[in-house]
């Protein structure tokens, strides 16, 4: 079995605060220490406008005219299948609209297709100093910018030439609030330290000991994929799932149960479950797919071998 998974960084943010100047930074980084590295772009126009900034040698896809709520999230997952099929790849840099949230973002990424070749090594959330302190928009728009920011595992804290030191802090505190675990990063035109950077993101081109130094102990949004080789009992099985703890976001996967040869596509979300027969068109094994916070894998292991 091939154990290579390629990582996936997120690049969120609201409209306008910097990811594109960030992953240009980024792809150039990567470019000198000879990675290979591809581009999801999603746009909410029709034409993509970011991607023209891209490297004509980087392998790039694009999701335009939507964003990755649940209508085009099916997409995103088999553009990463496409990118992964179509070359070999250290990591995948997906750079998401504005008006995307990390967990649907997190879950297209760990359709069951493809979780068990990426490995997401972080989301990094752009926000832009001085629209945040002007604090403009809409209650939903508001709320969404401080989901990106509570979902993040890295936030940079961008145009900061736009605002003044008092009000930079002010921002600073109030990011620290939303998310104490994140790391943030100050600046303005995107412009970091990109060593600094990876060395919060577990990056494998950082020697292992500065890896084990830096890195972020776990994920703010923690995704485990795990085998289910046994059938499982149906009954069983929905029960344990409804059980588990930490705050779970969705979960979903293959399953084949004890009661016969098929396999079944499942999904939960908000606390509804569901199973539908998979007409098996492609080699899949059983697995499920776990996203949330504060998820206990040890525990999570033990109860589903107990099944
Ligand atoms: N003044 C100032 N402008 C910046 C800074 N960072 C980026 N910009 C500019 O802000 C604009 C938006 O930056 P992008 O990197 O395209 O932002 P984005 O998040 O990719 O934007 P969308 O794709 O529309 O969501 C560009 O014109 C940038 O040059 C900064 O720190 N200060």
């Known amino acids: 079995m091939n154990n290579h ?3 996936i960084y997120m ?10 100047t960030l992953l240009r930074q980024l792809l150039q980084k990567e470019q ?20 023209a900034v891209i490297p004509a040698n ?15 999230q099916g997409q995103l997952s088999q553009q990463l299948d496409h990118l992964l099929k179509e070359n070999e790849l250290d990591a995948i840099y997906v ?7 990390p967990v649907d973002v997190i879950e297209a990424c760990t359709h069951p297709f493809i979780a068990d070749k990426l490995n997401i090594k972080a989301v990094i959330t752009l926000v832009d ?19 990106q920011v509570k979902y993040a595992d890295i936030v940079v804290l961008n145009k900061i030439d736009k605002v003044s030191t008092s009000e930079q802090k002010a921002v600073n505190q109030t990011l620290k609030e939303i998310n104490p675990k994140a790391s943030i990063f100050h600046c303005a035109y ?12 577990n990056h494998s081109s950082l020697p292992s000991a500065e890896r084990k130094a830096h890195a972020v102990e776990d994920l703010h949004l923690h ?72 998820l206990d894998e040890n525990k999570i292991k033990g109860g589903l071998q107990k099944l």
């Open 5 to 7: 998974r390629t990582e």
């Open 223 to 294: 995704s485990l994929t795990l085998p289910l080789p046994q059938p499982v009992s149906r009954l069983k099985f929905s029960q344990w799932i409804k059980k588990i703890e930490g705050n779970v976001f969705r979960m979903k996967g293959f399953v084949i149960f004890t009661s016969g040869p098929e396999m079944f596509l499942f999904n939960y979300s908000h606390g509804g479950l569901t199973f539908e027969k998979y007409q098996q068109d492609r080699d899949i094994d059983p697995l499920l797919v776990i996203i949330g916070e504060d």
């Open 58 to 72: 980087t392998p790039l896809k694009e999701l335009l005219n939507g964003c990755i709520c649940c209508t085009i």
């Open 129 to 147: 100093a001085k629209q945040w302190n002007d604090k403009k928009g809409s209650i939903k728009v508001k709320k969404l910018m401080k989901e």
């Open 11 to 20: 690049l969120s943010g609201f409209l306008g605060s910097g990811k594109s």
């Open 95 to 101: 750079e998401v609209t504005g008006a995307a949230h």
């Open 32 to 51: 000198e220490i000879g990675r290979n590295v591809a581009v999801l772009m999603n746009e909410l126009g029709e034409k993509s406008i970011d991607s």
């Open 190 to 201: 995107a412009n970091i330290s990109l060593s600094e950077l990876f060395s919060k993101t």
